[in-house]
C-alpha cells in the first residue's frame, strides 16, 4: 500500500494539475512496481512560499537571487 506525499508551493497549482499528479504517480508505481491503484494513496500538500526554503533561505529571497 504506497503512500505518496508531493509538496508544492501554493502558486496556483489547479485541480486538473494535481488530478494529472496523482494519476502519473499512481500509473508510475503500478508500472514499475507492480502496485495495485486501489490501494495507492497520493496527497498534495500545497505550502506558502515563505515556509518553503532552499539555500539557507526562503523561497521568495532565493528567486530574487541573480541566476
Known amino acids: 500500500m504506497p503512500y505518496v506525499n508531493i509538496k508544492v508551493t501554493d502558486e496556483g497549482v489547479t485541480r486538473e ?37 532552499v539555500g539557507g533561505m526562503n523561497v521568495e529571497e532565493w528567486r530574487k537571487l541573480p541566476s
Do not use: C, N, Q, Y
Open 17 to 53: 494539475e494535481k488530478a494529472r499528479l496523482i494519476k502519473g504517480v499512481t500509473d508510475l508505481l503500478h508500472d514499475v512496481l507492480g502496485k495495485a491503484p486501489a490501494s495507492t494513496f497520493v496527497v498534495i500538500d500545497e505550502v506558502a512560499l515563505s515556509d518553503w526554503g
